[in-house]
């Protein structure tokens, strides 16, 4: 039997959040009184299954245009796509096919409302930008806005309307394939480049031709899937859902995101997809949010599976109940709404409510009043991949690495004698272009060896040797990966180059489709034969620099000792090899800071600098008894925020303006920061606070301010930062968003290990 959908526990805690309060605004910038009123006029006009229609989204599996299928679930879904009774469709490609596919469903279904295509254009459409964790790490919410927008541009292009992206699931576990997709570990941080992506996709305008509805995804709590494994349940506090989960989907709410989607895991219980509190108490009630809501693929069936519905008809009464507008891919609004509306369990105001808000999102695009808008082959022909666009890729590229660790060994000369470029990753063109690589051609990203043979001057030896693969068979999005375990057949060849070299570049870490969705690991370190081949060739050569390509955070420690420098290079897209030769030459002084702690071993998963002091936090006179591991520090191998330069950094001691800030009040937080090296670079100077006594436990701290500072050798410049109680605020014991008086700390420096400090007490 169907139970009743809806926990009281999200509901107990949401009474009084001040987020509630301030919430016109996404409703008021989405509504538009013309719009509305066109919207009466056509539901007025649309029957009942023609509504539902628009609710049902489905993939494309095979060409709309060509001969009509034979296999009788295709015809089923091509009939029902002529007939209107499809919103939406995504996986359909190309100005040509959208074109054609969109005049079918406009031509022949009664009243010719439009499809809306959507699409997963997660870090570029033909040109790819690193993936979504890397581009954190530049913390450059200027470029990030710019990889969406060129994203959009190109998507549109190609006739899309609409990106499923960005996800702004915080993670702080790297078993986690999906980590790679998101911003990290951190809200503040998430939630800043939450609002940069949404307005880099959806740009000026929503009507604009070059922009794509974003979607803030997935909703909620996904990032916290327990052991790291994907799809799993989800577990966690009323605290952690308010203060670490939501955060960045209010800004991305606020920021005017024009659709969300649900998520596949339960959270205490009960589904995401089934969640009436957060769907539409949450992000509809409290927030304002009037987008839709689309389901994650197949969600709604997997209510059945979940164990909340008995059957696809309950599954469909509960998802819709609970507010999820759309149906991708599970039918189950498409077989059973209509009868729910006839037997009296959906209201019909319901309906015309989720109706409403997919044709918002169609008026809002302009696609009402011209369908094929988007579909124009001759920019599709311009925009894709096009010089201006690949400039950009590089330049996000490179500011994403991260100078992890450099005894000396970095920036290479030019003119250096011989270079040995080695691994898995040294020579391939496909891994750098990640997981979820939209319509990029595989094979297509600059290898790490290209960038550095373009880079170097014509007497410079550079030596290659894969020494291992690091896959065998076929490696995509939907297959397992086969390991090699076995083959060390260039292993040879790879001491042999090593040798003969000045320096060797080690190009290891993970093949692109080891992380991303379903590609949970229980062990994040150097897959295959890798670290071998590493020990391998440190035999004949110790300066080595090992260049990390990977999704995720790995455990790198052995190797970390080893090398005499560390560059974290992430899966960096189409300009891989030319961003990480710009660093390695120093034609680039890197910048970039980790966006997630890197651990140094799996067993600290979920690692997270944010984490709270717990009632035993040092060792009480040398005895056993306090919070740790006895065969670990519990300090991450790189903490958070961590990130070298060529040049070197210094910062005087935080002066405040006051020590006494009233809850009105503003907080000036002053500092120098000194360029100490001999070349020019840019540091992110970070902001930390620690509230040191509040209703409930508070994190050891918290990242409040961030700003990336370019400073020529042996330049000084004042920085300023400022705090008032709303940065102070946090969801407390009496279940509200609140500043609470008390004394607090903040720290300064470039990473979240920051030490230079000062108190202050708010009022
Ligand atoms: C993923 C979503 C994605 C959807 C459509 C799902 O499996 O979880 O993030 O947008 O597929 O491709």
Redesign the pocket.
């Known amino acids: 039997m169907l139970k009743t959908p809806l926990s009281g526990l999200a509901k107990l805690l949401l009474c009084c959040s001040p987020w509630f309060l301030n919430v016109a605004s996404a409703a008021e910038t989405l509504s538009n009184p013309t719009i509305e009123n066109r919207i009466d006029d056509l539901l007025a006009k649309m029957t009942l299954e023609e509504k539902i229609g628009q609710l049902n989204q489905y ?1 494309s599996s095979y060409d709309l245009t060509g001969p009509k299928p034979e296999d009788g679930r295709e015809l089923a879904r091509y009939e029902d796509v002529v007939n209107g009774r499809v919103g939406s469709m ?2 359909v490609l190309g100005a040509e096919a959208t074109l054609a596919t969109q005049k079918l469903v406009v031509e022949n279904s009664r009243l010719g409302i439009p499809l809306i295509f ?3 254009v997660i870090h570029g459409y033909k040109t790819i930008f690193p993936v979504p964790l890397a581009e954190a790490a530049s913390w450059d919410l200027e470029a990030i806005e710019k990889s969406a927008r060129i994203s959009a541009t190109e998507a549109a292009a190609a006739g899309l309307h609409w990106t ?2 960005p ?1 702004v699931d915080v993670s702080r576990d790297s078993r986690w394939g ?1 980590i790679m ?1 998101g911003a990290g570990e951190d809200p503040y941080l998430g939630s800043r480049i939450a609002v940069a992506r949404v307005h880099g996709f959806q740009g000026g305008s929503l009507a604009d031709v070059d922009s794509l509805a974003a ?1 803030a ?2 909703f909620a709590g ?1 990032g916290f899937s327990e052991a790291g494994r994907d799809y799993n349940i989800a577990d966690f506090s009323e605290s952690t859902l308010h203060n670490i989960v939501l955060p960045p989907f209010k800004a991305a709410t606020d920021a005017g995101v024009a659709t969300f ?1 649900n ?2 895991n339960e959270i205490g219980g009960e589904p995401a997809t089934a969640s009436h509190e957060l769907q539409t108490v949450i992000l509809k009630d409290h927030w304002g949010f009037d987008g839709f809501i689309v389901s ?4 709604i069936g997997e209510l059945v599976p979940h164990g909340v519905a008995a059957d696809e008809n309950e599954a469909a009464l509960v998802a819709f109940l609970a507010g999820n507008d759309m149906d ?2 599970s039918s189950a609004y498409r077989h059973h709404l209509a009868k729910l509306v006839e037997q009296g369990r959906v209201p019909m105001e319901r309906i015309d409510d989720a109706t409403r808000r997919v044709l918002r999102i169609k008026f809002q695009l302009g696609i009402m009043d011209n369908p094929y808008l988007y579909s124009d082959v001759l920019r599709e022909k311009q925009a894709l991949l096009n010089e201006e666009h690949l400039a950009a890729a590089r330049d996000i590229a490179r500011k994403s690495i991260v100078l992890m660790k450099n005894e000396g060994a970095l920036p290479l000369e030019k003119n250096t004698g011989s270079i040995a470029v080695i691994g898995p990753f040294a020579a391939d063109k496909d891994s750098p272009l990640g997981s979820w690589r939209a319509q990029a051609e595989d094979n297509s990203a600059v290898s790490l060896l290209e960038g550095i043979q373009a880079a170097v001057g014509p007497g410079v030896e550079v030596l290659y040797a894969q020494g291992a693969a690091l896959a065998t068979g076929e490696r995509n999005f939907t297959t397992e990966l086969t390991l090699n375990d076995s083959d060390r057949s260039g292993f040879d060849a790879a001491v042999q180059a090593a040798g003969k070299a000045d320096v060797v570049i080690l190009a290891i870490g993970e093949d692109a489709y080891q992380s991303g ?2 590609r949970s690991q229980v062990d994040v370190g150097f897959k295959g034969l890798q670290e071998e081949l590493l020990q391998a060739v440190l035999k004949v050569n110790r300066n080595l620099v090992v260049v990390l390509m990977n999704g995720r955070p790995m455990t790198i420690a052995q190797a970390d000792e080893s090398a005499a420098a560390v560059v974290e290079a992430w899966q960096l897209g189409s300009q891989s090899g030319h961003a990480i030769a710009d660093v390695l030459f120093g034609d680039y002084n890197p910048s970039g800071k980790l966006p997630v702690s890197f651990p140094r071993h799996v067993g600290q998963e979920p690692l997270y600098y944010n984490y709270k002091n717990t009632g035993r936090p040092t060792s009480p006179g040398g005895m056993v008894f306090w919070s740790h591991y006895t065969d670990s520090p519990n300090t991450p191998l790189y903490p958070f925020g961590h990130g070298l330069s060529y040049t070197t950094f210094g910062y005087s001691d935080p002066v405040l303006n006051t020590t006494e800030l009233a809850m009105d009040g503003t907080l000036t937080v002053t500092f120098t920061l000194s360029n100490t090296g001999e070349r020019a670079g840019t540091e992110i100077v970070q902001l930390y606070v620690r509230d040191l006594v509040g209703s409930n436990t508070r994190p050891v701290r918290e990242l409040k301010g961030f700003e990336r500072i370019s400073l020529a050798a042996g330049e000084s410049r004042v920085v300023n930062f400022e705090l008032t109680s709303a940065d102070l605020a946090f969801y407390s014991a009496r279940r509200q968003w609140e500043a609470e008086p008390g004394d607090f700390e903040l720290f300064v420096g470039g990473s979240s290990a920051a030490t230079q400090s000062a108190r202050f007490t708010l009022k």
């Open positions: 993939s995504l996986n959507g699409y997963d499923f992206a996800m999906r997709e979607c995804k997935h996904y989607m998520a596949f994650d693929w197949g969600s991708m891919e969705e379903a």
